[in-house]
Structure formats: C-alpha cells, structure tokens
C-alpha cells in the first residue's frame, strides 16, 4: 500500500469513527421543542390554509404572485444565507433553488442570460440492468425503493459520471404500455444545490415532507409529477405520470 | 443604541429552525464524537444550538457558520465532560460498541484484513483515549478542515496553543503504530 492511500484509507477510518455514533436520546422534534424552550423562540402559528390540502397550491401560487412585491432584496438575503430552499416569483415564472452556504445573489432578471449557461463537457455514463450491477460499479451506495406501483418493472440504471466520480444515478422503470417513473439519486459529493424555472400557469408547486425532510411536488399541466428533496447524503427526484399518493409512497420507501 | 439592537437582532423560528435543519446532525455528531456518550451528546447539542441562537449575531463569517457551530459544540461537549465525574472511564469505553463495523470493510486478502482491522482497531481505541481537548483539536482539523487560525479564532485560544494540541493529538496517535514504517498516519505540516 503507497503512503498516500495508507493516509487516505486512515482518514477514511478517522470519517468512520465520527460517522458512527448511538442514536440520539431524543428525536430530533423533541430536541427542537426543548431548544424552543429554552431559547423563547417564539412559535409563528401555521395559517389553518396548510391543513386544507385541496388549497395548498392554491395558497401558494397566489403567495408567489403577491410574494415578489413585498419582499426587498435585503429580506431575502438576511434569510437565505443558510437556507437550503427558496423560491422566487417574478411574473409569469418561478424560480426554484436549494443551496449549500451563501446564495448568489438575487437577481432581477430570473432567465438566463448568456453568461449563465454552463456547458459540462464529457459527461460519461454506464447504463446497466440490475442494481447489483450498478452497485458493482458505483461508489455511491445506492438505495431503492420498496414500494412500486404494480405494473412497473426495473428497466435499466444509468450511472452518469463527472470524471471518474458517479455525478447521479438515474434508474427508469416501464411497463408494458411504456407507461415511466424515473428515480433519480445524486450523492451531495458532488454538490445539492439546484436551480429550476417554473412556468406559474403550467405548474403546480406544493410543499411535502419525505423522509423527515422538506419536498418540492411540481405538478404539470400534462399530468407529469416530479418530486424533489433532499437526505443528508442524496439529493433525490422521482418523477412520473403518476398520481401523487402513488408518488409520495414510492419517495417514502426508499431505502 | 439602536444600531446596537438591529446588531444583536436574533433570527425568526423560520430562519433558525432552517439552520438547525442543516446542522442537526453535523453538531450530534461533533458532540458524539467528544463525549462518546449519547447522554452527554443530547445534553450538549441541545446547549450547542441554544447557545447558537443566543450568538448568532457574531458570525462574521457567513460562509462558515458550520465551522462556528462545530466550536460551539467540542466546547460544549467538553464542559458537559468535565460536569461528569469520573470522566476518565468516558476515555477508554466502548471498543465493543466499535467492534460491529469493522467487519464492514472490505478487504482484499486475509492478510490486509488482520492487519487493517488491528490497526483501525488500534486507532479507535486511541482516538477514545485523547483527551476531549485533543479530541477537538483532531476532529476540527481533520474532519472539518478547519485552519489553525479559524481554531484559534472560534475557540478563543491562541494559535500557539491550537498547534500544540495538535502536535500532541497527532504524537498519540502515531505512536507505537510509527515503529512500523509501513504504518504511519497523519503525517504533514499543521498550517
């Protein structure tokens, strides 16, 4: 063994040991109350709109139309410099974003210009059939799901790659009619943050929570589903013509 | 005096319940990793974040609040040590509780998979043997890649004394595993 692996597969067993720990004594809400508690934060009560499912995108489409012209600049920038996710309406679009540390700035204008767009060159990727495969050849350690709507079979996995490192994992699953839901995993080495550009009479966009953890739902006008979040270690799309429970649940049982 | 309250201004539940979304399990870790207690880790990630939100209005930095709150934690975590009588016991336990993954490694000969576990054995054990202080210094240059002046700078020490924490981290942990050449860990310049 070189000296420089010697020194990589040590600090790799230095990650190990902060890695492994016991579960916490509390959940993660009970520790929050106790903070909340502690620190007087004062509890901002839900409006009673969140609780009526039927209008939530309702709620939040009108939110957005109105939201740009009572937010300033400063007030978005004191909040989201560590924010994960934030959105931005500005007239018939809006923006999407989740982050890691500071922002980019706001900006006026929410299409790309020119400057913006970023070519990625020699994109490679390896397309197999099973998940042992993929696993074979993957250092991410992948997860699946467990629950699948009936009809649908694993199709292929397609592992893309950033040089030698696995950039995302996109599995496709079909049936008969060619009927598709889409899983996509990509390991937060290779960055979470994501911009997306939403057409506001197109899309509807609704808040969840999977896995403990926030989702964005953009549904389509044509009836395709995309569900976004984010674990501690992935950030994940699964996406479909589907109907949102039947999404929803596919999200809620990978593993 | 007003510029004074905008400055200690201290964030909405949203805001702060978005940083701890975020940090919630960097911190349990950082304190798991000092006390090697989940007692202990509990008591002392909750003190982390409501001293956090009670300081954020001194995060110069924006773009290390994650290395700030590390600080907060390994100091928490150690005063939560040193409340604890007969800490040293927490300096020499749970080798057993260690044991469940190092069959996990994959190993490509009988061989590397004596010698590899012997010695991340040998590394555990001496990591739990550190004082919490050089426990610190180890997990915040190693881990969080923290310079020594951002050590020096969060734990309110000098950088003489940062450097020297970590000279002594690092003789501990390379001693005896030195003798065999081929096992040397750690190694480098500290700047």
């Known amino acids: ?255 | 005096m007003f510029k004074k309250f905008l400055k200690k201004a201290k964030p909405t539940e949203a805001e702060f319940r978005l940083l701890y979304e975020m940090f919630y399990s960097r911190v349990y870790r950082d304190v798991y990793f000092i006390t090697r207690d989940s007692h202990l880790a509990q008591d002392a990630l909750q003190e982390t974040f409501v001293k956090a939100y009670n300081n954020m209005y001194r995060v110069e930095d924006k773009e290390r609040i994650g290395a700030w709150l590390s600080t907060i934690a390994t100091r928490t975590a150690i005063d939560y040590l040193r409340r604890r009588k007969g800490s040293s016991e927490i300096l020499t336990e749970d080798m057993t509780h260690n044991d469940k993954y190092l069959s996990d490694y994959q190993w490509s000969s009988l061989e590397d998979m004596v010698e590899g576990n012997i010695m991340k054995e040998e590394l555990f054990q001496k990591i739990n043997q550190l004082k919490p202080e050089y426990r610190e210094a180890i997990l915040l240059k190693y881990i969080h890649e923290l310079s020594i002046n951002e050590m020096a700078q969060y734990l309110e020490m000098k950088e003489s004394t940062v450097k020297t924490r970590l000279h002594r981290a690092r003789n501990i942990l390379k001693k005896d595993i030195e003798k065999d050449p081929k096992r040397s860990w750690i190694g480098g310049e500290i700047s």
């Open chain 1, 1 to 255: 063994m070189t000296h420089s692996s010697k020194d990589q597969t040590e600090e790799n067993w230095l990650r190990e040991y902060y890695d492994n720990v016991e579960e916490p004594i509390k959940t993660k809400e009970e520790t929050w109350s106790h903070i909340v508690s502690q620190t007087g934060i004062k509890k901002q009560s839900r409006p009673s709109w969140i609780k009526q499912k039927g209008l939530i995108a309702v709620a939040i489409l009108a939110l957005f139309a109105v939201g740009s012209l009572f937010m300033k600049e400063d007030q978005i920038q004191a909040f989201s410099w560590f924010t994960k996710y934030f959105v931005t309406t500005e007239g018939e679009v809006t923006q999407i974003s989740e982050i890691q540390g500071d922002p980019p700035a706001v900006k006026k204008q929410l299409l790309p210009t020119e400057a913006d767009i970023h070519v990625r060159n020699s994109t490679k990727s390896h397309e197999v059939s099973t998940f042992a495969e993929a696993q074979e050849i993957t250092e991410v350690d992948l997860s699946r799901p467990d629950y699948m709507p009936e009809d649908l079979q694993l199709e292929r996995v397609t592992i893309y790659y950033d040089q030698d490192k696995t950039r995302k994992v996109q599995s496709l699953y079909q049936n008969e009619q060619e009927r598709q839901l889409v899983i996509i995993q990509k390991p937060a080495s290779q960055g979470l943050g994501y911009s997306k550009i939403v057409d506001n009479q197109d899309t509807e966009i609704e808040t969840l929570t999977i896995q403990g953890e926030k989702a964005t739902l953009l549904t389509y006008k044509d009836g395709w589903l995309q569900l976004r979040w984010k674990s501690e270690l992935n950030q994940w799309v699964v996406e479909g013509s589907y109907s949102e429970e039947q999404i929803v649940e596919v999200a809620q049982s990978i593993r």
